[in-house]
């Protein structure tokens, strides 16, 4: 149990932090840009002009990849992960008949300084080193050979998603080095420390958590706790205070060096997923439409699913024809309440595709128990054909494509829902409408501004 509470802590923290770090996208508009990586509180730009090594650029500050990963323990971990997913797959590319020296070089700094690599298992003729990153695409070099990602044998729905949470992390690591730098310097100029500088001229006033406020946390998050669950409720009081001071060092930073920012060599994944248009719920492409599509691997009915679906209402409407959404329903075999919605929402956007919008927001705000007169019930209230659903979900219509979806999903690798994919980025589990929209900035024409 305790263990268990740890896990969603350290869970609710690091979405905490990738909430406060990708804030500013409140709004979308069309305009072109550079690669944004992050805004707030400080802009840092993908530049591909920084010296081999260099990682990240602030002013006269230059960071490597290693003297990052050092600042942070889920660094160290992605890192780790990312180098034996390299590893393991260089080794099947290899296949059968390699019994001498296999030399690997791979194209990333050591999860940590004297890294033994006989923690990856792989046996002792592999012969591993490290090397800068570099900005060709090429991932390792295996006996004289350079390779793409696209030329292993990964699994690269799970390799996206953890190369996104990699960017995430990194990207608050640097955002809290950076606005430190700054919090430093201006406490120079007034002749005081940062705490001094915090105290006088930021948080001026003791930070107030109300019960209210952690309540209000955790609805937002999806987080279902009972009343016994002091210990949690304390961390979550904790993680919330954290919040109201980051929001306000924030605020204050991003106002006092509106014009300040940061270049690093790193940019959101590049691999292009594949993604087919035949297996979504998804509108046709027009001849107008030069906005991207995204894809939405969810089920109805699972709390982080429940919260996604207002964002994507919320950008569906923002957005209109700018983009298209892609739905491919995804949920446990067994459970019939999410079968019945999946069916019935083909039935719905055979009638018309609106439909079927209006049924997932109508069904995931839905409080009572999903049963079959609440769907029927549903779907008369958003005004669909009755007796032309009713036909549709008796015969059991489109209960194939239900399966093949369920079956397309797990061809790609894609396990939990939510999952969305933007472009060449996976999120998972809480996803937020600033990811999304961010993600979006990046692969296209629109851009994510306030």
């Known amino acids: 149990m305790i263990k268990m509470i740890v896990s969603l802590v350290a869970a609710l923290v690091t979405l905490l932090v990738v909430i406060l770090v990708f804030k500013p996208f409140e709004k979308a508009k069309l305009a072109q840009g550079p690669v944004v990586i992050a805004e707030v509180p400080l802009r840092i730009e993908y530049s591909p002009d920084l010296k081999e090594g260099v990682f990240a650029q602030f002013g006269d500050l230059e960071l490597s990849e290693s003297g990052v990963i050092e600042k942070s323990k889920s660094l160290e971990d992605?890192?780790?992960r990312e180098l034996k997913a390299l590893a393991e797959a260089a080794l099947k590319k290899l296949g059968a008949g390699g019994d001498g020296a296999i030399?690997?070089?791979?194209f990333m700094a050591p999860p940590m300084a004297e890294y033994d690599t006989s923690r990856l298992g792989l046996g002792k003729n592999l012969n591993l080193t490290f090397s800068p990153r570099r900005q060709d695409g090429k991932v390792i070099n295996l006996n004289g050979n350079l390779l793409e990602r696209k030329d292993l044998p990964l699994n690269q729905i799970r390799f996206s998603e953890l190369k996104t949470q990699q960017l995430q992390e990194a990207v608050n690591v640097l955002q809290s080095v950076f606005s430190r730098q700054l919090l430093l310097k201006k406490a120079k100029e007034n002749g005081t420390n940062i705490e001094q500088l915090i105290k006088t001229q930021i948080i001026k006033e003791e930070l107030v958590v109300t019960d209210q406020d952690v309540?209000?946390?955790?609805?937002?998050?999806g987080v279902s706790i009972g009343p016994g669950e002091k210990r949690l409720r304390a961390q979550l009081h904790a993680i919330v205070l954290e919040n109201k001071r980051k929001e306000m060092l924030d605020a204050y930073v991003q106002s006092a060096f509106a014009n300040e920012m940061a270049k690093v060599g790193f940019k959101?994944?590049?691999y292009a997923i594949p993604l087919s248009d035949n297996q979504a719920l998804i509108r046709q492409r027009t001849d107008k439409d030069k906005g991207p599509a995204f894809f939405v691997f969810s089920d109805f009915m699972c709390s982080p699913c429940v919260k996604l679906a207002a964002d994507l209402m919320s950008i569906r409407q923002e957005l209109q024809d700018k983009v298209r959404i892609g739905f491919v329903h995804l949920f446990s075999e067994g459970n019939w309440q999410s079968r019945l919605l999946a069916e019935a929402s083909f039935c719905l956007n055979f009638q018309r595709p609106e439909l079927f919008w209006a049924f997932y927001e109508r069904a995931t705000k839905e409080t009572e128990e999903i049963s079959e007169e609440k769907i029927h019930e549903m779907a008369r209230e958003i005004g669909a054909d009755h007796d032309n659903f009713q036909s549709c979900m008796?015969?059991?219509?489109?209960?194939a494509e239900v399966d093949n979806q369920l079956k397309y999903a797990q061809d790609l690798g894609v396990t939990t829902p939510p999952t969305v994919i933007v472009g060449h980025e996976v999120f998972t589990g809480s996803v937020s409408r600033d990811q999304i929209l961010r993600a979006l900035s990046n692969q296209s024409s629109i851009q994510a501004g306030k």
């Open 103 to 106: 030399n690997l070089e791979v």
């Open 394 to 399: 008796i015969k059991q219509t489109f209960k």
């Open 78 to 80: 992605y890192q780790e």
């Open 215 to 221: 309540d209000q946390f955790i609805a937002d998050k």
């Open 268 to 270: 959101p994944p590049t």
